[in-house]
C-alpha cells in the first residue's frame, strides 16, 4: 500500500538500482503525546510500511524511544542507535517553523547559519552510514521531523524543493540511491489515508 513519489527533476529516478547503495531514511511513528512510546496507531502504520519493504543490511536509528520502537515494529534488527539522529537544536526548531513544507523550509535554512550547519551534519551522518553498505545493499535509518527536510537540502541542494510537498509525516521520508557518479533519490510517502504529520 506504500508509495513512493517522483517528480520530474532529472536528481530524480525511476531505474532500479541493482548496484547502488541504496539508503532508506524515514521519520519514526506515531506516539501519544507528550509520551515517549508508539502507539498502537503507531506500531501498526510501522508495520504495514515494512510490509511494502525490502530486507535492510544495516539499520540505524536515533537513540530515542519512538525511533527504535518503529524500527523494531518494521520488524528490524538494530544495529546502531546514533545520538545525533535525534538531537536537533531549539535554535534551529524555532526558525524553520517546523512542520513547514519542504520548500518553506529550504528557504529559510538558505538565509540561517545555524540551520544550514545542522543540515550539513545531517547529510555527513547520511553518507557515512551509506559509505557502510556494499553496492547493491540498503540501509535504513529512522529519525525524526525536521532531520530528514534540513539533511535533503544539505546533500541534493540543486534539486526544485517547491515540487516536494509537505513536510514528512509519520514514517515517510526519501530513498537515496548511491551509484559511482551521483546521488538520486525519491520520496517515501504512505497513502494519503495513512498521512499524519502532527497528532
Excluded at 24 to 29: A, K, L, M
Excluded at 56 to 61: G, P, R, W
Excluded at 81 to 110: F, T
Amino acid at each position: 500500500m506504500e508509495h513512493t513519489d517522483k517528480s520530474d527533476t532529472p536528481l530524480v529516478t525511476e531505474r532500479k538500482f541493482n548496484h547502488c547503495r541504496t539508503l532508506d531514511i524515514r521519520r519514526h511513528s506515531m506516539r501519544e503525546k507528550p509520551g515517549a512510546h508508539l502507539n498502537a496507531q503507531g506500531i501498526a502504520l510501522a508495520q504495514l510500511v515494512a510490509t511494502h519493504t525490502e530486507t535492510f543490511n544495516l539499520v540505524v536509528t536515533s537513540d530515542i524511544p519512538r525511533a527504535i520502537e518503529t524500527a523494531e515494529a518494521m520488524g528490524c534488527n538494530i544495529d546502531e542507535k546514533q545520538a545525533g539522529l535525534g538531537y536537533l537544536p531549539r535554535i534551529v526548531l524555532e526558525q524553520i517553523n517546523w512542520p513547514s513544507g519542504i520548500a518553506d523550509v529550504s528557504e529559510i535554512a538558505a538565509l540561517n547559519k545555524h540551520c544550514q550547519t545542522f543540515a550539513q551534519l545531517q547529510s555527513e551522518l547520511w553518507l557515512n552510514i551509506a559509505s557502510r553498505i556494499s553496492p547493491g545493499e540498503k540501509a535504513l535509518i529512522i529519525t525524526h521531523g525536521a532531520f530528514i527536510e534540513l539533511g535533503l537540502i544539505a546533500i541534493l541542494p540543486a534539486i526544485d524543493f517547491s515540487k516536494l510537498g509537505d513536510a514528512f509525516g509519520y514514517c515517510e521520508g526519501i530513498r537515496l540511491f548511491f551509484d559511482d557518479v551521483r546521488i538520486s533519490f525519491e520520496l517515501l510517502r504512505v497513502p494519503k489515508e495513512f498521512q499524519l504529520i502532527e497528532n
